[in-house]
């Protein structure tokens, strides 16, 4: 069993539980805490930016500042994907959605309430 220890907190890693939660220091499929400490900070405004930089010229629409946790952006990004027929994932708190859907993605997070606007040229 090989375990991996971070210098500030504890235990971060275990071959026998997996990844740790850094507050609650329980496996994170189990962590209670998960929830409230998940959440990204935002300022309140949803930007949605398109983006071609490390991808060989393809664009790809970004969504970011939405104070959701994993699962709740794991399911809107679901949503936005079907909405706009293209793929996409979400790392780091980010949603990307594979093509040009600017104005389509905005439209479609006012109307799940959120304040988004445009970002970028």
């Known amino acids: 069993m090989q375990k991996r ?12 539980r997996g990844k740790m939660c ?7 499929s189990t962590c209670q805490c998960r ?8 300022d309140g405004v949803v930007r949605v930016a398109r983006e071609t930089k490390g991808r060989k010229g393809k664009a790809v629409t970004i969504v970011t500042g939405l104070p959701l946790t994993t699962d709740e952006l794991q399911q809107l990004a679901k949503d936005l994907k079907a909405r706009c027929g293209a793929g996409g994932t979400v ?5 990307e ?3 040009e859907h600017r104005d389509t993605l905005v439209q479609e997070l006012a109307r799940h309430g959120y304040q988004a606007k445009r970002a970028g040229g």
């Open 22 to 28: 850094p507050t609650c220091g329980q496996p994170t």
């Open 97 to 99: 959605i594979q093509g």
């Open 5 to 16: 220890r971070n210098s500030n907190s504890g235990l971060v890693y275990s071959t026998d």
């Open 35 to 42: 929830g409230a400490a998940d959440k990204a900070k935002g």
């Open 91 to 95: 790392k780091d708190g980010v949603i």
